[in-house]
């Protein structure tokens, strides 16, 4: 037991006094200005020749490259944190619009760095890569190098990086202003109150059936509501993204997401197929749950009901040393990082009004610390979730001293260190139960994960890909956006609901997100291709974590193939691997059936 009690709200003073209002921030907006300004300078000031002075140059420029965005990416995390603890912040979201100024020029010089490498003859690379302090940074560089000779021309794609900030992000943004002012109405204790949609989700976790049913009513009302602002948001911002690809000749819509992803589309296809092969199981899993509930079959509030009336709890001081202890079983360096991020106040918890829904873990590169934000009300679900963005802060935390070329790594191996870690906290919940109860409810959450990244996951990835074929041809109504995305939730269900959410679409910020494309099928890579690794974790016992280590410092430096080809020794083209990590989330289906046989 730890002598330590745990706050459960974030410190942001250590990094910029004052919040919004912070003159330290402001300051640091303006040095941010002054670096990117110096590193286009020195890109402008680059001519190439195709002889040993270029690795000289390149390595000076790659210095004033790490500054900038270090301290980009610094202003970025903090605008994030003040916009999720406080959706009524309007300073917050003012600075937002300038820090999206901001890295429009930063991307601007970017392009005409990268434009620059191309100019570069394959000779010349070679030469400027046996550098011994290139060397390190070869498949970054070369990647960087290959992805501009798709570009349009520097000057075209500057126009671009332009008109990005009031033509594509700030629809991203007006998408967050508009859900800061969405109320959801709720009846509690005979009292009205007006919960925010992040209070409001919550809600969905609830044991009482009439409780989730009452607020996904009010839930689609609310969104129902702003339906007409957020499909026109979503059709403008869609329409930019396309327009953009039609320059660049990218006729698939997967080209840009696959690429940021650093992974074939074989694997892909590979892994939706093995899991759409497997869902009977989950489909079972989905009609016993609906039995168990004296229901016919389950409605979409349903999907994250704990099973039966036993609801366990834990504080937020309980779940905190509960994830302490459990990281501790598998290395000494993940739990110590826990306990740093506990004690220094990393983590943004408090269950109170006017925070954004859902939950994060950014990056302060400059400081070297992560922050986390989530609501936390003491369900098994939160604490899961409090393990997996601890998962994505270890992450960054076991990067330090990587180059910061060699530290931006992609969503999808991204989402595999917070799963893995998130895995470790529920399978340490299952075996701890205190009876056969207690087991079955924490097993359910278990699998409603994995019913959320095989099939929620799945029926975004179907809407997505479908709604960007529509959108080709022309703006999408609310109507159709509401058909396909009910079509995409019966394709991926297996039509196993009652009830379905066809507003989903404009429920879910993922699609809103102008930073990564397709925010939706790393999430699934991440989770199996976790559950790869976490089984060799098991078979090896504690001194794996050094492996895992080694894993995660490779992320950003390899494609994902090269990486599960490197630390784990398989193919993720071939169906072998996936069906593996598939078998693994139906072990937990088949005891839970079991256990609730009868």
Known sequence: MTAVTYSDIWDLDVFFKGGSDSSDFKNHLKHTEESIKQFDLRVNDWTPQNSPEDSKYLKELLEYFEAAAKKLRQAGAFISCLQAQNTADQNAYTLDALVTSLRASFNTAIGAFENLLTTITDEGWEQILADEKLKNLSFVLTERRERAKEMLSKEEEAIINSLEVDGYHSWGQLYDLIVSKIKVPFIENGKEQKLSVGQAFNKFSSPDREVRAAIFKNWEQAWGEQADFLGKTLNHLSGFRLTVYDKRGWENVLTEPLKINRMKQETLETMWAVISENKQKLVDYLERKAKLLGLKKLSWFDLDAPYGNTESKMSYQEGAEFIEQNFAKFG?????????????QWIEAADRPGKAPGGFCTFFPESEQSRIFMTYSGTPSNVSTLAHELGHGFHTYSMRGVHHLNRMYAMNVAETASTFAEMIVADASVKNAKNEVEKLVLLDDKIQRTVALLMNIHARFLFETRFYEERKLGPVSVESLNELMLQAQKDAYCNALEEYHPLFWASKLHFFITGVPFY?????FGYLFSLGIYAQALEEG????????????????????????????????QKDFWQK??????DDIDEFLTLTEG
């Open 332 to 344: 000494e360096k993940m739990a110590a990082f826990a306990k740093k991020a506990f004690e220094d």
């Open 520 to 524: 939706n099928f790393p999430y699934t």
């Open 542 to 573: 504690k001194g794996y974590e050094e492996k895992y280590i080694a894993l995660l410092r490779d992320t950003a430096s390899m494609t994902v193939e090269d990486l599960a080809q490197k630390h784990l020794q398989v193919n993720l083209t």
């Open 581 to 586: 990590a598939v078998g693994i989330c139906l």
